[in-house]
């Protein structure tokens, strides 16, 4: 399968999430009229700092979308599956196009429940330490791997930690390294604002 590529680095895009996207350069406008015009799709990856793109990435369907007066795209992006990038392919268009498989990251196997409170009790406390604005009523309504997602797509998390978690191979992975992730950034934080 081939697809328009957006990469964006800090957004990340995970099967059955929502992700509203603000386009506005030139060449990303090209690309939601190329994927209006096809099937919809567009896939989500982070870069690394040279250009080059990860190999894993995640891609949506446009599910709605406005043009602007000023000639923007406000779109939803609904994750449908991970995929691998075989290559990219060389096109005349401003934006990036690959060719890409599926692979099956975070399906089936549900987590347990029982694991919520622990997971929620940390991200409270990380959400106050990094003054992210969620009411955390929302998140009660999620299931844990809906919970998960949502964590690492909202949370200032750094590219690279974002695309590992987007690497891992199953649900527990997902939960054992977001939890582990939270609670060493707010030992890190602590660190440092006792030197300070």
């Known amino acids: 399968m081939k697809i328009p590529i957006f990469p964006l680095n800090g957004a990340i895009l995970f099967p059955e999430t929502n992700l509203p996207l603000n386009i506005f350069e030139e060449r990303y406008i090209e690309m939601v009229d190329y994927s209006l015009s096809n099937n919809r799709l567009i896939g989500m990856v982070q870069q690394k700092k040279n250009g080059e793109l990860y190999r894993i ?43 890409i498989e599926n692979i099956d990251n975070f399906n089936g196997n549900k987590l347990d429940e029982d694991l919520r409170k622990t997971i929620i009790d940390s991200f409270k406390k990380y959400k106050e330490v990094k003054k992210i604005n969620v009411n955390l009523d929302d998140l009660s309504q ?55």
């Open 57 to 99: 990435g995640c891609y949506g369907k446009i599910t709605v979308f406005n043009e602007t007066p000023d000639k923007r795209y406000l779109i939803n992006l609904k994750g449908e599956n991970c995929f691998n990038i075989i290559r990219e392919i060389d096109t005349l268009q401003k934006f990036r196009i690959c060719e």
């Open 142 to 196: 999620l299931n844990m791997l809906d919970l998960l997602k949502f964590i690492v797509m909202i949370s200032p998390f750094d590219d690279s930690m974002k695309q590992m978690f987007l690497e891992l191979k199953s649900n527990e992975e997902l939960y054992e390294n977001v939890l582990s992730s939270l609670q060493i950034e707010l030992v890190s934080d602590q660190e440092t604002n006792l030197i300070n």
